[in-house]
């Protein structure tokens, strides 16, 4: 079930996306809540529609418009939480070196969340801790202050998961 759900779902990403790029607040908004179901139904299913879909959510955190971008995090947030998918992480840490203040936040919280959520396993692979680290590095110089305390954050919980890793 879940795979020809993911084959319909990724022939209909175009329009998706496109609607969840416009500027009326109620398409969009349904859209996201599309998204978000799918996410809590499929699960880690969603790993091959991460490519497709997160990269929009992001760009909608960094928009000015403030209901564009909590609808936006909360589904991020969601996506983290209920697929549990470490490939959602370099989408993340991409967006750390944005422009927008609002889109930086938003990442520095979602890897926050992803250390919270994920197992440490998934975590301890030296590819994604070196990641984290590069986050950590970036959050603690940011110009935002929102940034710097969630990067601190960050940090805290890097440390109590692998604390060996920490110099």
């Known amino acids: 079930f879940a795979t020809e759900m993911v084959a319909g779902i990724?022939?209909?990403?175009?329009?998706?996306?496109?609607?969840?790029?416009?500027?009326?607040?109620?398409?969009?908004?349904?859209?996201?809540?599309?998204?978000?179901?799918?996410?809590?139904?499929?699960?880690?299913s969603f790993e091959p529609l991460v490519s497709l879909f997160m990269p929009t959510l992001l760009g909608l955190c960094g928009r000015t418009n403030k209901v564009f971008t909590s609808r936006a995090k909360a589904c991020i947030l969601a996506a983290i939480e209920n697929t549990q998918l470490p490939s959602i992480l370099p989408y993340l840490a991409d967006s750390l070196?944005?422009?927008?203040?609002?889109?930086?936040?938003?990442?520095a919280e979602g890897v926050l969340a992803c250390l919270n959520c994920f197992n440490p396993p998934d975590i301890e692979k030296d590819t994604r801790?070196?990641?984290?680290?590069?986050v950590i590095k970036l959050t603690a110089r940011d110009a935002s202050a929102d940034?710097?305390?969630?990067?601190?954050?960050?940090?805290?919980?890097?440390?109590?998961?692998?604390?060996?890793?920490?110099?």
């Open 10 to 44: 990724r022939s209909l990403s175009r329009p998706i996306n496109h609607a969840m790029n416009s500027e009326r607040s109620r398409l969009s908004g349904s859209t996201i809540e599309l998204v978000n179901a799918l996410l809590a139904g499929l699960g880690s």
């Open 147 to 167: 940034v710097r305390r969630a990067g601190k954050l960050i940090f805290e919980a890097y440390k109590a998961l692998l604390p060996d890793r920490v110099e």
């Open 129 to 134: 801790a070196r990641l984290i680290e590069d």
């Open 97 to 107: 070196t944005q422009k927008s203040a609002s889109l930086r936040l938003v990442a």
